[in-house]
T-cell receptor, first 112, second 112 residues
Framework: EPEVTQTPSHQVTQMGQEVILRCVPI?????FYWYRQILGQKVEFLVS????????KSEIFDDQFSVERPDGSNFTLKIRSTKLEDSAMYFC??????????FGSGTRLTVV | SQQGEEDPQALSIQEGENATMNCSYK?????LQWYRQNSGRGLVHLIL?????REKHSGRLRVTLDTSKKSSSLLITASRAADTASYFC????????????FGTGTRLTIIP
């Protein structure tokens, strides 16, 4: 069964550093998403991406965040200057024309 | 209450018993989905129910949807120790983008 792959599974970074979280969505999917989950809390929508542009973003997704699909296969989330409160599990998801979300297994980001 | 709230927050039952979790939401929806998350892991899609459906089955899972009450329930029959996990409902209200709004989750513990 096709999978959404996320790397790395765990990333530790110092406050103020830039991080890039990587995702390989399912190849024929068209819609791509990033969600995050702070430990013990609910999963929150960050951003959706379709047709090579952001289609919607949440209040969390401020100027420190950006997304890219640089080569038609990878889908990346960049945090420019990480803060302690960015520590969370980040989930990538993709969806095809027919409804059906597939989530990756997540990247646990720890900012120290 | 927030869009997508589950109750109870935590549920412990004996193996073999049935587990029922509820989800309430506030706005009109297109679909409602249930996900499982083992501790610190990724989100596993369990079942999707469309707004024009009232009940759906998948193996030991039964989901109901009452759009007049804006609520859904997930029933797991004949529970097993491996069902121990957190369960989240997620709704989408936007045609096209279909971002998901997650509930707060129910932590289910199956006692062997």
């Amino acid at each position: 069964e096709p999978e959404v792959t996320q790397t790395p599974s765990h990333q530790v970074t110092q406050m103020g550093q830039e991080v890039i979280l990587r995702c390989v969505p399912i190849s024929n999917h068209l819609y791509f998403y990033w969600y995050r989950q702070i430990l013990g809390q609910k999963v929150e929508f960050l951003v959706s991406f379709y047709n090579n542009e952001i289609s919607e973003k949440s209040e969390i997704f401020d100027d420190q965040f950006s997304v890219e699909r640089p080569d038609g296969s990878n889908f990346t989330l960049k945090i420019r200057s990480t803060k302690l409160e960015d520590s969370a599990m980040y989930f990538c998801a993709s969806r095809g024309r027919r409804y059906g979300y597939t989530f990756g297994s997540g990247t646990r980001l720890t900012v120290v | 209450s927030q869009q997508g709230e589950e109750d109870p927050q935590a549920l412990s039952i004996q193996e073999g018993e049935n587990a029922t979790m509820n989800c309430s939401y506030k706005t009109s929806i297109n679909n409602l989905q249930w996900y499982r998350q083992n501790s610190g892991r990724g989100l596993v899609h369990l079942i999707l129910i469309r707004s024009n459906e009232r009940e759906k089955h998948s193996g030991r899972l039964r989901v109901t949807l009452d759009t007049s009450k804006k609520s859904s329930s997930l029933l797991i029959t004949a529970s097993r120790a491996a069902d121990t996990a957190s369960y989240f409902c997620a709704t989408d209200a936007n045609f096209g983008n279909e971002k998901l709004t997650f509930g707060t989750g129910t932590r289910l513990t199956i006692i062997p």
